[in-house]
């Protein structure tokens, strides 16, 4: 478990509070991309994460820190990711219509 800075846990109660859900429904909204019309597909969605990860590494160490962490998962798990997209196949052959598009939002 990880303590999360004070602003996120007040941003995150404010949101459940006011839409009525869960904390941890607000999270996941809260982490959704803002561009609802032009739904990621699922090497967007891993190339978003990931420059998300990079863009907040201070941050994300910061926290693993300060909750007795192994802070180098951050970076372990931003060079699978680096590494995911860099082998990432041309054609996935990957069949939409028989295993849908994923987790529903």
């Given at each position: 478990?990880?303590?999360l800075?004070?602003?996120?846990?007040?941003?995150?109660?404010?949101?459940?509070?006011?839409?009525?859900?869960t904390?941890?429904e607000?999270?996941?909204?809260?982490?959704?991309?803002?561009?609802?019309?032009?739904?990621?597909?699922?090497?967007?969605?891993?190339?978003?994460?990931?420059?998300?990860?990079?863009r907040?590494r201070?941050?994300?160490?910061?926290?693993?820190?300060d909750?007795?962490a192994?802070?180098?998962?951050?970076d372990?798990?931003?060079?699978?990711?680096?590494?995911?997209?860099?082998?990432?196949p041309?054609?996935?052959g990957?069949?939409?219509?028989?295993?849908?598009?994923?987790?529903?939002q």
């Amino acid at each position: 478990m990880i303590r999360l800075p004070i602003d996120v846990v007040r941003a995150l109660r404010r949101r459940a509070a006011t839409a009525d859900i869960t904390i941890a429904e607000a999270a996941r909204q809260l982490m959704q991309p803002t561009d609802v019309a032009h739904p990621l597909s699922l090497l967007e969605h891993i190339a978003w994460l990931h420059t998300r990860l990079v863009r907040r590494r201070d941050d994300l160490m910061s926290v693993f820190e300060d909750g007795d962490a192994d802070a180098k998962a951050v970076d372990r798990t931003t060079d699978a990711l680096a590494v995911l997209l860099k082998e990432w196949p041309e054609e996935t052959g990957y069949d939409f219509a028989a295993h849908g598009m994923g987790q529903p939002q």
